[in-house]
Every structure is written in C-alpha cells, then in structure tokens.
T-cell receptor
Framework: EAGVTQFPSHSVIEKGQTVTLRCDPI?????LYWYRRVMGKEIKFLLH????????ESGMPNNRFLAERTGGTYSTLKVQPAELEDSGVYFC?????????????FGSGTRLTVV | AQSVTQPDIHITVSEGASLELRCNYS??????LFWYVQSPGQGLQLLLK??????LVQGIKGFEAEFKRSQSSFNLRKPSVHWSDAAEYFC????????????FGKGTTLSVSS
C-alpha cells in the first residue's frame, strides 16, 4: 500500500510569489489533514478534510492560505502571496478509521523556504 | 489551554545506554497519546500510542511508553539505544474522537554518541 505522498519535497520561492503544495493521501482515506512546523516551533494543525469538505479549518493562519480537495482525493495547499514567516515544513496526513488504525499516517512533508 | 510540553530540546545518549524522553500534557480530559519520530529526510513515523487499557504500551523499534494519569505524563523509554535511533521525537495528544486535530510538543532531538 502506498503511503501519503507529498509534492514537492522542497520549494524555495521569493516573498510575494505563489506556491502550491500537493498531498496524495492513502487510497480510500476520507480524512486528510494539513499540519505545519515553523522552525523552532511545534507542529501545528492547519485543517481537516472529510472527503472534499472542510471539516475543521481553525488552524489556517490567514486568508493567504487556500486548501482544496477536489473530488475527495488529493489535496492542494496554496500560499498566495507567500511571506517570510510561511517558511517551514508542511505535513499532510490521512486516515480512514482513526481508532482502528491507531491514528494518522503522515507524509514526508514539504519544506518551504520563502526568501 | 491544551498543550504538550517536552522539556528537553536536545539529549545526547551513549550507544547502548538507556533513554527516557519526557512528555507532559495539559488537556481537559484524558486524551489519546502518541509518540512520533522523524528521522532526517523522512516523514513522521508513529512509534506507539495509548488509547486505553494497560498504561505501559509497547511500540516499534523497542520503544515503550508509560501513561501516568496523576502526573499527566507519557514518557518514552528504550532500554538500550542504537545509533540509528538518532532522530527527532514528538509527543502528541488528541481528543477521544475520530478526526481530532493533534497537539504536538516542540520535539526532542536525540543524538547518539559512540
């Protein structure tokens, strides 16, 4: 079974540019989560999709961040325009049955550097 | 406020020595508890979890953790550390429901000396 896949693994962009991160969850997983770790800080929840619907987006930092999950499969997280403080590692995770699976499966993350 | 505290930012342990990484949490009720590990260039890998039952849980790679409700702690232990254990370790908690957002600690970086 393929794991959670994130693209790209690294991205370096200039302040003011737009970047789109992609997450492919494990096939069949309805739940998809985005988390972010800014350097030196803890990993923080951004939002949760159930299929194509946003179940909880309380962690989204501001309206420069837009997450979508068309068709309930892969998800994208767009940052527009990017600011220096957006630098960090963005993790995606998925699950189908949280309790039975013992939690989520995380991807390897996308390291975003805004210069 | 809900939070997870990992008081040790960086720990160095000799290969073959025992290890204990500390984790304390502040939460409204007994949460689900997790330990994740991130090796360089890798994603977050689940080491072990506590949902209910026996408060001493076994995980992968020879790790174990003990849930102590009275101390709001979930410390991670390993009796003999291997050089390949060098990584960053994260404690996390979540509400007792599906789809919950996890709250993470800041992580503890483990270095292993020969």
């Amino acid at each position: 079974e393929a794991g959670v896949t994130q693209f790209p693994s690294h991205s370096v962009i200039e302040k003011g540019q737009t970047v789109t991160l992609r997450c492919d969850p494990i096939s069949g997983h309805d739940n998809l989560y985005w988390y972010r770790r800014v350097m030196g800080k803890e990993i923080k929840f951004l939002l949760h999709f159930v299929k194509e619907s946003k179940q909880d987006e309380s962690g989204m930092p501001n309206n420069r961040f837009l997450a979508e999950r068309t068709g309930g499969t892969y998800s994208t997280l767009k940052v527009q325009p990017a600011e220096l403080e957006d630098s960090g590692v963005y993790f995606c995770a998925s699950s189908q049955e949280f309790i039975r699976e013992g939690g989520y499966t995380f991807g390897s993350g996308t390291r975003l550097t805004v210069v | 406020a809900q939070s997870v505290t990992q008081p040790d930012i960086h720990i160095t342990v000799s290969e073959g020595a025992s290890l204990e990484l500390r984790c304390n949490y502040s939460y409204g009720a007994t949460p689900y508890l997790f330990w994740y590990v991130q090796s360089p260039g890798q994603g977050l890998q689940l080491l072990l979890k506590y949902f209910s039952g026996d408060t001493l849980v076994q995980g992968i790679k020879g790790f174990e953790a003990e849930f102590k409700r009275s101390q709001s702690s979930f410390n991670l232990r390993k009796p003999s550390v291997h050089w390949s254990d060098a990584a960053e370790y994260f404690c996390a908690v979540g509400a007792r429901q599906a789809g919950t957002a996890l709250i993470f600690g800041k992580g503890t970086t483990l270095s292993v000396s020969s």
